[in-house]
């Protein structure tokens, strides 16, 4: 009975995986825990002018962590992996705009046509580059700048640096004014997995993601 009892344990203890329909992939073996931010994607530390952000805690496992990184000023961003039992489940999680955008239009650059909108208090200029969606979100009360300058920051930000080049589809949502509650987001779905890093500020935020391996 003892032999049997330890057979058993070690078949169990063998099952990594645990898919729950379509969802998300549960991880069950100890061995597959992310304790560091080297055993992840996430990079350790991002820079943009004026703002570093480094990673301060990494929980999870590898099909499923989360990375918090802390900066000054009070800037903060949180790199997430999740993995889904399928790639459809996963790239419905992304929420990626196609080019049937309509309102009128603005050159960010020779290359880069935007669709610019206006709801709520807000003006919304939105573009497509390759698999990535784009939108710059801009307060009207926003006096820094024009809806219009700021997404031609998004613009060459990730025009001078890439996007993960593993991404099958991927959405990014920026907004021009610092948000404490980290409303900036870079996602995107490599088959199974959805990444997703979310931020106080634009730049960092974008920055994260950017040099992500």
Request: charged share 20%; hydrophobic share 30%.
């Amino acid at each position: 009975m003892q032999r049997k009892t330890k057979i058993v344990t070690a078949v169990t203890a063998a099952l990594a995986v645990l898919t729950l329909g379509s969802g998300t992939v549960v991880q069950m073996h100890a061995a597959n825990d992310v304790s560091s931010v080297g055993q992840t994607v996430a990079p350790k530390s991002a820079s943009t002018d004026g703002a570093k952000l480094t990673a301060t805690s990494t929980s999870g496992t590898k099909q499923n962590y989360t990375v918090k990184y802390d900066g000054n000023s009070d800037q903060s961003a949180t790199f997430q992996k999740k993995t889904y039992g399928t790639d459809s489940t996963a790239e419905k999680q992304v929420d990626y705009v196609g080019n049937n955008t309509e309102g009128a239009t603005v050159k960010l650059n020779k290359n880069t046509t935007a669709v610019v909108q206006g709801t709520m208090g807000h003006t919304y200029v939105h573009w497509n580059k390759g698999d990535w969606s784009v939108t710059a979100v801009t307060s009207n009360a926003d006096a820094a700048g024009t809806p219009k300058q700021f997404a031609k920051q998004v613009n060459q930000q990730i025009t001078e640096a890439s996007l993960p080049k593993r991404a099958d589809t991927g959405a990014i949502t920026v907004y021009s004014q610092t948000d404490d509650d980290e409303a900036n987001s870079v996602t995107w779905q490599n088959g199974k997995q959805v990444y997703k890093v979310s931020g106080t500020t634009a730049d960092t935020t974008v920055k994260v993601a950017q040099d992500a391996e």
